[in-house]
Nanobody
Framework: QVHLVESGGGLVQPGGSLRLSCAASGFTFSSSTMGWYRQAPGKQRELVAGISSGGRTNYADFVKGRFTISRDNAKNTVYLQMNSLKPEDTAVYYC???????????????WGQGTQVTVSS
């Protein structure tokens, strides 16, 4: 059975940092593309960042230079380091697994349950 379990969300002040983690099990993590989506209240879910099995990354324009996605295949874990956080980054962040970066841009094979990130003073 596939599990994607996110952690690391919380409340942070504007300009602060958080690191999200997603522990994966039940599928071949090392050969999967992994990513992070987010969904703010009243908005559609949007892709934040993705990382291929080979380590290639892509980012949404609104997080470039602030967020970094990485993976540790030995731990079956993908991370999202978020710096210089803004109030508009407030959302539920979801971990996702797909076959390719192209597929991840529009959908995913597996989803986590989400973790809340709130940026507020």
């Amino acid at each position: 059975q596939v599990h994607l379990v996110e952690s690391g969300g919380g409340l942070v002040q504007p300009g602060g940092s958080l690191r999200l983690s997603c522990a994966a099990s039940g599928f071949t993590f090392s050969s999967s593309t992994m990513g992070w989506y987010r969904q703010a209240p009243g908005k559609q879910r949007e892709l934040v960042a993705g990382i291929s099995s080979g380590g290639r990354t892509n980012y949404a324009d609104f997080v470039k230079g602030r967020f970094t996605i990485s993976r540790d295949n030995a731990k079956n874990t993908v991370y999202l380091q978020m710096n210089s956080l803004k109030p508009e980054d407030t959302a539920v962040y979801y971990c996702a697994a797909a076959r390719t970066l192209r597929e991840l841009m529009t959908s995913a094979d597996y989803w986590g349950q989400g973790t809340q990130v709130t940026v507020s003073s």
